[in-house]
């Protein structure tokens, strides 16, 4: 099966009244079962080996620093940004802003969310958290902003450079939910057996 298809099962937090009503991706944190998750996709390793690499170096974000997520997608991460690294009750992690598309698209408050990505302390669970936010100087629909595809995909290069600078130009605050409180949020999350 396409990578992702097959999981464990695994905890879902959900939010009533979530700050944002129309959005892509719907918030949710996802706690996962690493062993069998594992055992039933093989993706799962490498992602997990790339998580533990990144949380030692810790590189920043950027438009050619891919990081580690799951669930697995039928598409690619576009950029990555605002990247942070932090502790969670039960393990550590890293959050960052981040899109999804199977094409070249713009960015915009329809698809951009925050993710963490982490693991406990004890190497049984994975911490997977997808919430969207959105920014002030975003369109809410990126498509309606593009007259000429062509010459947008011509200097795609150019306006992804742009668009990441943009995005950390912004102050933590200035997002929808702010940064500092989603990270909050993540803090605070405790995993016990």
Do not use: K
């Amino acid at each position: 099966a396409f990578p992702g298809a097959n999981h464990p099962a695994y905890f879902e937090f959900t939010f009533t009244n979530y700050a944002l009503a129309s959005h892509f991706h719907t918030p949710a944190i996802r706690v996962y079962p690493i062993a069998p998750y594992i055992m039933m996709d093989d993706a799962v390793a490498p992602n997990l080996g790339q998580l533990y690499t990144v949380l030692g170096t810790q590189p920043a974000a950027g438009i050619n620093q891919n990081l580690p997520f799951m669930p697995f997608w039928n598409a690619a991460q576009v950029f990555t940004a605002r990247s942070a690294y932090f502790d969670f009750q039960s393990g550590s992690g890293l959050r960052y802003l981040t899109m999804y598309g199977q094409a070249l698209y713009p960015i915009d408050n329809t698809n951009l969310f925050y993710t963490y990505q982490g693991v406990t302390s004890d190497s049984q669970y994975y911490v997977s958290a997808i919430l969207p936010v959105t920014n002030p100087g975003l369109p809410a629909d990126g498509s309606s902003t593009i007259d000429d595809w062509e010459a947008f995909t011509n200097l795609w290069d150019s306006y992804i450079a742009q668009a990441v600078m943009f995005l950390e130009d912004w102050t933590p605050e200035s997002y929808n939910p702010q940064l500092a409180l989603l990270d909050a949020m993540m803090q605070s999350l405790s995993i016990d057996r």
